[in-house]
């Protein structure tokens, strides 16, 4: 909470940017140094809690005696990567079984990312935007194209710099929003909705819609197999494979642009549509992991989630979650017995005990509602 009641927000912009040839090099640098000090620091954190059974992560200063190329970058970022690491120890130390523990990082596989924070000092910042550029320390201006602007009293605090592996650079501004606190929306029954995980419909409500989106990648599967097919047959390293290669991943981006945009819409849809949203917090990776893994990736339902809950919270709403060890698939949502019996692939089932019919998903998404309303009117609950 902010001064005279206000409370902050944080928003992001994310901004293509267009680094010139020592701008794109200067980022490459910065990328490999973040991995670099991020992998030393852990690795002597190990070190040191074997040896002393303390906890204990060295300053980026320490490396730049053995390390000199560190100096030619932004310590901002840096001093980033200390922060990072020291929040995934804290996260791992507070939450072993949804944090794991932090891994060391792979120029193969890892993102290719840095941040650094804005410091303001009078009238000077080390990071500001213009008409058509960003301002960083040691890169300059580097030109780019704004999709929209900051409103007025809206405060710079961090650049995140990435190089997408299709050769992309984009910048998410961070911008610290002070807005009068949204009231608080009470949750009623008639403008309440449950929502049940589907791995069919993406989604079920429980008034029985589906979400049903499209299979982009299953719609682009020809596509891509096509490209795979070319690449088989060319010489690795030549120049055309290279142009497939690149147009291999730029289907891949492609598709994952198609699923955010859907994401964003519906959960903005749900969101404005909805004073409160009930949802079970299932472990989507453990449905994943029976599933076989690609179908719940296709989907990005985790990603949904946060969406609708950071959507809910700005207009004063609430998402309410229910355990994922709440039996809600095999309990009827009439007279609440549990139908021990229920196969795991029956889509429509009738309650032995009072004769009603189900549909699978609208049956629980309608006990998912039950349960979120009633933690949420118990006393003790958080929200
Ligand atoms: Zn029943």
Redesign the pocket.
Known sequence: MADNNRTVFYNTIKVPLYPDAQQKELFQKTFGCCRYIWNQMLSDHERFYFETDAHFIPTPAKYKKQAPFLKEVDNQALIQEYNKLSQAFRNFFRNPAAFGYPKFKCKKTDRNTFSACNHVMGNSATIYITRDAVRMTKAGLVRAKFPRRPRSGWKLTRITVERTKTGKYYGYLLFACPVQPPKPVPPTEERTIGLKYSVSHFYVTDNGVCADPPHWLRRSQHKLAAVQEKLSRLQPGSQNYQDLVQKYLLLHEHIANQRRDFLHKESRRIANAWDAVCIRNDSLQAISGKMGGSVIHDTGFGMFREMLRYKLARQGKQLLEVDRFTPTTKV?S??G?VNEGLSPRARRWT?P??G?MHGRGKNAAANIKVQGLAQCQAPQAIC
Do not use: D, K, Y
């Open positions: 009827c009439v007279c017995s309650c005990a009072c009603a």
